[in-house]
């Protein structure tokens, strides 16, 4: 939420309001109030900076919610839910894995056993042999995240009007790649 107003109270009677009703919204979309996290609450002044001096003509507000949506398929209806509620400014949504570890570990044991076989092909392609592993390296490189942004655009139109936007999480790989040092037979 992004309010300005001229005095302080005015600033955060705008967003107070508006924050509590998005967070009334989530409630009945089913969100769990522990889902639902203030990530940031400010009050800054703005200035005017004329013939050298500074006044104050204002202040902005801002409050940011970020709100854990479990089932993807309400993504839709939670985004609509908060701008109807008075969002102006709603974006960034990350899709992430629960319990990535299990998928971790079957990527770093196919990364193994995929090393282990080229390092097969290679030294019999070199007419080596090889000993046993002496080392091994891990690295598991980010994966960036689908992103959506959205303003107060959908304000133009009355709520009635508002279609849900189509949110598409896309699919995640999680990735591990290995190097394998082996001793030298």
């Not at 967003?15 to 009050?43: E, H, R």
């Not at 949504?93 to 092909?121: C, G, H, L, M």
Request: net charge negative.
């Amino acid at each position: 939420v992004v309010s300005n107003a001229k005095t302080v109270d005015e600033t955060q009677e705008k967003i107070n309001v508006i924050n509590n009703q998005i967070i009334d919204s989530m409630g009945k979309l089913g969100i769990a109030k522990t889902d639902i996290k203030t990530s940031n609450y400010s009050i800054n002044p703005d200035y005017s900076y004329t013939n050298g001096s500074n006044q104050i003509t204002g202040y902005s507000g801002n409050a940011n919610l970020t709100v854990t949506v479990k089932n993807t398929n309400t993504l839709p209806q939670v985004i609509t839910g908060a701008t109807e509620a008075g969002a102006n400014q709603v974006g960034d949504p990350q899709y992430t894995v629960d319990s990535p570890e299990k998928f971790r570990e079957e990527a770093r044991n196919k990364a193994i056993a995929n090393a282990k076989e080229e390092a097969q092909k290679l030294a019999q392609s070199l007419g080596i042999r090889l000993g046993k592993i002496t080392n091994i390296v891990e690295s598991q490189p980010n994966t960036p995240v689908p992103m959506f942004y959205r303003t107060d655009a959908l304000k133009t139109a009355s709520s009635a009007e508002i279609t849900p936007p189509t949110i598409e999480a896309g699919s995640q790989e999680i990735t591990s790649t290995v190097t394998l040092y082996f001793e030298k037979k």
